[in-house]
């Protein structure tokens, strides 16, 4: 068995100011491409050969742009508008983790507002109020059981009479 070409001096000078393992590799004269990529980067591994500042390869929204993107907006909208993206759910949650992961500040982002009026969390108390007839919105049953656990009460329609059934409301008394 013969000595490997990739020495650890070798890979270190090419590691050393390399951002990617592929830059390192090109620094090598190794195509990116080949199979020899993987064996490369496990000889590196096995030497002890510093990778750790490797930025992760096809990453498209680095600290930088994050952050350019960021400091322009008000809100996590504005930022994935800034960066050419729908403002789908898919993309604001992916975003809003890479912004987290960098640590990037976004205490200068404003309250979001709904119609207008402030956005607040839902609480137990807001969710459980009678509502007007001819203006009724629907509140899905999974908040619904949430809100009356939390407030500490049966997961029971209130016109349910104990070993009755239904009361029946339009019924006289």
Request: positive net charge; charged residues 25%; contains cysteine.
């Amino acid at each position: 068995m013969g000595t490997s070409a990739y020495t650890r001096e070798r890979l270190e000078e090419a590691a050393q100011g390399a951002r990617t393992l592929s830059e390192a590799l090109g620094r090598l004269g190794v195509d990116p491409g080949s199979s020899t990529r993987r064996y490369v980067m496990g000889r590196m591994k096995r030497l002890g050969v510093n990778t750790s500042h490797f930025e992760r390869e096809g990453v498209k929204w680095n600290r930088e742009i994050l952050q350019a993107a960021v400091s322009a907006s008000t809100n996590m909208c504005e930022v994935l508008r800034h960066l050419g993206l729908e403002v789908v759910g898919g993309h604001h949650t992916h975003i809003s983790r890479r912004i987290r992961a960098y640590g990037i500040d976004i205490s200068h982002f404003r309250v979001p507002t709904q119609r207008g009026k402030p956005w607040r969390p839902r609480t137990p108390e807001g969710l459980l109020v009678e509502q007007p007839t001819d203006r009724a919105r629907r509140i899905p049953s999974d908040r619904l059981k949430w809100a009356m656990t939390a407030s500490g009460l049966p997961e029971r329609c209130a016109l349910w009479r104990y070993g009755s059934g239904l009361a029946r409301a339009s019924s006289p008394p």
